[in-house]
Every structure is written in structure tokens, then in C-alpha cells.
């Protein structure tokens, strides 16, 4: 169990975090979103204890994360925004270098990098870190936070700047380090990634947490289910003059429902009019559209 009770931090009278509360289960992916600004690695360093909050509790299972950081970092694996790898070293040296810092084994090293290449498709080749693309250096990163077999990661946008194919690479392995009963804290850009993997997401603005929730209760706080109706007619003309609008899209008519009652008035009058509904979608608010609701 992870519990945080009146999180804050105050930069020189700036408010970075504002009273943040939240709770969540070991063996879940924690997704925390929101503007530039609005606290995210702030309060990332905060649960990885590398900032110390002006106000306010933190426990992870045991530790009480404010009064004794440095209990976390042996069951921590964090890996922040910019990987900041040792470029002038090979890949396996540089696993080898943290490993020691964690007092493995070579054999437990050599055990566990092997493990960590395979399962994160990395191929040394005996390069240096220097040589990597972009993708493989952020390969590199999580091998190194990953290298002690942590039970507890932080992760500060994982799938920054990467290319689709290695984003989504990245989004897949990080719900098998799920399945395997690791827990993670996660913040990114990329709110359809998030909306896919993580079982609870905060909206953090100006320091504040503004909402927190599974998606299903999030989507129920921003906004209910709504339709779109696709739908063929040969006289177009005939809906000029009623209340809803139509759109032309893949080669259909389209008319968009916020409730029911619209939508049984939709399908009303294209039917009065002589059309026919082809499909009728339903969707909730994504999270996209609820942080435009929240504004900056």
C-alpha cells in the first residue's frame, strides 16, 4: 500500500505541491498527468525519496518515505526524464557498475543483465552507450533501474521523445513488470498510453490534485457516455432546419449524441428523413479532453 497524506512542496514561495492525497495497491501502474508545471516530477522525486516535501506524510508499505528515504532505495527502481547514462561505457559494464553499487554478485550481474537484454530485446554488441539510438540508450536506463530486482519503480516519462514501435514496446513491458508483481509509478505525455496501462491515474494542476480514480471513475467525474451516429441518406436537404448538426466523415453522415434522449432524436429524424443508421458508436471522455476541461 502506498498512502500520501497533505503532500507539499513551497520553492522559495513557490507552491510546486499543494496538500496532495492519494492511495493506491502494491502491484498496480499508477499514472500521475497534467500541464508543464503542474508538479508531476516534483512529486515523482518526492515518492522516490530524492525531494524532501515541506509538509506532509509518505509511506510506502513500511517505510515512512519523509523520515527515512534512504530505507527505499533497496526495493526502488527509478528512472528519470533524461536517461543520463555513462556513454563512454559498454552497456554491460555500466549494468555491472550498479549492480555492485547493490552489492550483487558478478554471477548475480551476469544472471541478471542477461535476463534484462532478452527481455527488453537490447543487443550490446559490446558498443558503448555513446553509439545507441535514442530507443536503445532508453533500453539502457531501465535495464540499470530494473539491474536489483526492485519491487517499487519510478518511472518520469519513459516513452519520451521515442520513436511509435519502441514507445509501445516499452508501454507492453512495463505491464509485464506488472504482472510480475512489480508497482509503478509512472507520469507521461502520451495520456493514450496511460489511459491503456495504468489501473489509477491523479490530474495534478498547479500543484493541486484536481481528480484521482480508476479511468471508469474518472470518466464518470468528467463526463457520461455519449454516441455517434453514422448514417446514409440520399436527401441530405431534408435535416436542413433541425436542431442537431451533421458532418460528412468516411463517407457517411454523422450526428453526435450527448445523451439517450438526443440520441433516440437523432435516429428519429434521420429515420422521418428518409436515412438509414448504419452504426452507432459510444465512447467516454478521454483523458485528453478531461485535462482540456481542467485547464491550465
Not at 555492485?100 to 548475480?108: A, K, M, V
Not at 453522415?253 to 437523432?266: I, K
Request: proline share 3%; glycine share 10%.
Amino acid at each position: 500500500m502506498i498512502t500520501a497524506r497533505n503532500l507539499a512542496k513551497h520553492y522559495d514561495g513557490f507552491v510546486a505541491l499543494d496538500g496532495v492525497n492519494f492511495e493506491f495497491e502494491d502491484g498496480e501502474i499508477f499514472g500521475i498527468i497534467g500541464h508543464n508545471g503542474a508538479g508531476k516530477t516534483t512529486l515523482l522525486k518526492i515518492i522516490s525519496g530524492l525531494v524532501t516535501p515541506t509538509g506532509g506524510e509518505l509511506f510506502i508499505n513500511d517505510i515512512d518515505v519523509v523520515r527515512n528515504p534512504v530505507a527505499l532505495k533497496e526495493r526502488l527502481g527509478y528512472l528519470p526524464e533524461e536517461s543520463r547514462l555513462y556513454e563512454t561505457m559498454t552497456v554491460e559494464n555500466y549494468l555491472a557498475f550498479f549492480g555492485e553499487i547493490y552489492g550483487l554478485s558478478p554471477q548475480e550481474i551476469r544472471v541478471r543483465s542477461n535476463q534484462l537484454f532478452a527481455a527488453l530485446s537490447l543487443e550490446p554488441d559490446g558498443k558503448k552507450i555513446g553509439e545507441f539510438s535514442k530507443g536503445m540508450k532508453r533500453k539502457a536506463a531501465i535495464a540499470r533501474s530494473l539491474i536489483h530486482d526492485p519491487s517499487f519503480l519510478v518511472y518520469d516519462e519513459a516513452t519520451s521523445g521515442l520513436d511509435p514501435m519502441t514507445s509501445r514496446f516499452i508501454a507492453d513491458y512495463l505491464r509485464r513488470l506488472k504482472s510480475d508483481g512489480k508497482t509503478i509509478v509512472l507520469s507521461a505525455h502520451n495520456l493514450y498510453q496511460v489511459e491503456a496501462i495504468c489501473d489509477k491515474v491523479m490530474i495534478l494542476r498547479r500543484g493541486k490534485m484536481v481528480a484521482f480514480g480508476s479511468m471508469k471513475e474518472l470518466r464518470e467525474q468528467f463526463g457520461s457516455l455519449t454516441y455517434t451516429i453514422f448514417f446514409s441518406i440520399d436527401n441530405p436537404g431534408k435535416l436542413i432546419g433541425h436542431s442537431k448538426t451533421y458532418r460528412q466523415e468516411e463517407g457517411l453522415y454523422v450526428c453526435d449524441a450527448e445523451s439517450m434522449g438526443e440520441l433516440n432524436e437523432c435516429t428519429g429524424l434521420i429515420g422521418e428523413a428518409g436515412g438509414k443508421v448504419e452504426k452507432i458508436e459510444s465512447r467516454y471522455p478521454s483523458l485528453e479532453e478531461m485535462l482540456l476541461k481542467i485547464g491550465k
